[in-house]
């Protein structure tokens, strides 16, 4: 017998309501499950077997059979689909679905939703850093009537196994910073960026969803009709096998995500009305950032009472140029290294150096008029109203280079 993979969703991102067909005898069919758990995964083939086989253990014992689980794989290098398709004659319960032309955790989880049978649905991490055990409390919860119940490391029985200080931190500042831009969203739920949770299909059918980054639960509490909501507690584990998938970028969404939320869609639309590649221009801000201390540096230098003490004009045209020269050279090789490689070698260098010197020449006389309006007329501290003077142009900088210093004109 052989088994086939779940044909991927098309089309947005919303989940139906369960509709019921009737058999040859004019009843209405039974449903084929009543739990749905989606397993979103990448390279975790070294976990998956284990995962799976405890899960099965712990529904099977809970619901006899009632239920499903649903591998959505990101067509992993490491085969963690196929994996999962060589489980399956062990698991009946067990589906897989591979995505080839999408990524991203949250999607994964909502195409996996849009698969599943089931009137509860529910999401588990595939490394075992979620212990399944704790199912069983969220099922019960779920039996007595909540919509929606959260897997929560700051109620009563969670906590972290061994995080360090700076991941603690970084964990609470989240939280906070999400209370303050989206109160009555994130303020439901002492933990808002777990990734263990389960919620009635009632809560969120029809609701286009528009999630970024990887906290689905936000996107769920943001647009969902969520009535009651409870909390268990689990202790999160650490990963045993795999490489762990928490980067900066991760933080980065998560504020993106509540903005967006919060703005009702009013970011996304001024974002495709200007087409602004956020992703690139983050990257455009960290090189200027560089740029600033290389300036900062510069006309401390050159300017400073206690040096060689030039004056303001002549400090700042030395200062900026030099900025110019290192904005340019790590933004080459790295902001737009995509586009700069389809443009190799160093007269086509110089060429993008020249119109990236040209453009920064127009930021930097209005760079100069804003620092000298604010120190001579403003009477603002010189090197803070440099920083405002910077802050202010870098956006016509990075618009206009992209526009016309990183452009592939040339190819063979």
């Known amino acids: 017998m052989s088994y086939s993979l779940v044909p991927v969703p098309l089309g947005s991102l919303q989940i139906n309501e369960l509709i019921y067909t009737e058999d040859v005898l004019g009843t209405s ?60 004659p062990h698991y009946p319960k067990l589906r897989v679905m591979r995505r080839q032309q999408e990524k991203g955790l949250s999607t994964a989880v909502i195409r996996g939703w849009q698969a599943a049978q089931g009137e509860i649905l529910g999401v588990i991490d595939g490394d075992l850093q979620h212990p399944p055990e704790t199912l069983i409390n969220m099922l019960n919860e779920m039996q007595n009537g909540a919509d929606l119940v959260v897997a929560s490391r700051h109620v009563e029985g969670g906590g972290v196994s ?33 990734g263990y949770f389960m919620v009635r299909r009632s809560a969120i059918a029809n609701c286009l969803m528009n999630p970024l980054g990887y906290k689905i639960l936000i996107e769920v509490l943001g647009r969902g009709n969520v009535g009651k909501v409870a909390e268990v507690g689990y ?63 510069i006309l401390y230098l050159l300017s400073d009472a206690s040096t060689l003490h ?25 902001t737009f290294s995509d586009i700069s490689s389809h443009q190799k070698g160093w007269r086509k260098r110089i060429k993008r150096f020249l119109k990236f010197n040209f453009i920064c020449l127009f930021g930097m006389g209005l760079n100069l008029i804003i620092l000298n309006l604010l120190y001579n007329y403003a009477h603002i501290n010189q090197y803070l109203a440099n920083l405002i003077a910077i802050a202010i142009v870098t956006i016509w900088n990075f618009w206009f280079n992209l526009k016309l210093s990183w452009r592939v004109t040339q190819t063979k």
């Open 29 to 88: 069919s039974t449903k084929s499950a009543t739990f749905s758990l989606i397993i979103p995964t990448y390279n975790e083939s070294k976990n998956l077997e284990k995962l799976v086989e405890v899960l099965s253990q712990i529904l099977n014992s809970y619901w006899e059979g009632n239920y499903e689980l649903i591998i959505v794989d990101d067509d992993s290098p490491d085969r963690t689909w196929q994996v999962g398709l060589e489980l399956m």
């Open 162 to 194: 061994d995080w360090g200080f700076i991941r603690r931190v970084l964990s609470r500042g989240a939280q906070m910073l999400g209370l303050i831009i989206l109160p009555n969203v994130i303020g439901r739920v002492s933990d808002p960026m777990s």
């Open 235 to 297: 202790i999160f584990q650490e990963r045993q096998e795999g490489e762990s998938k928490v980067t900066w970028r991760q933080y980065v969404d998560y504020i993106m995500h509540l903005l967006r939320l919060r703005s009702r869609g009013r970011i996304s639309r001024i974002r495709e009305r200007l087409r602004v590649p956020i992703k690139r221009f983050l990257k455009f801000g960290i090189v200027g950032f560089s740029g600033v201390c290389v300036d900062m540096a």
């Open 310 to 334: 030039w004056g303001l004009t002549r400090s700042k045209i030395i200062s900026s140029e030099v900025a110019v020269i290192n904005n340019f050279l790590w933004n080459d090789l790295w």
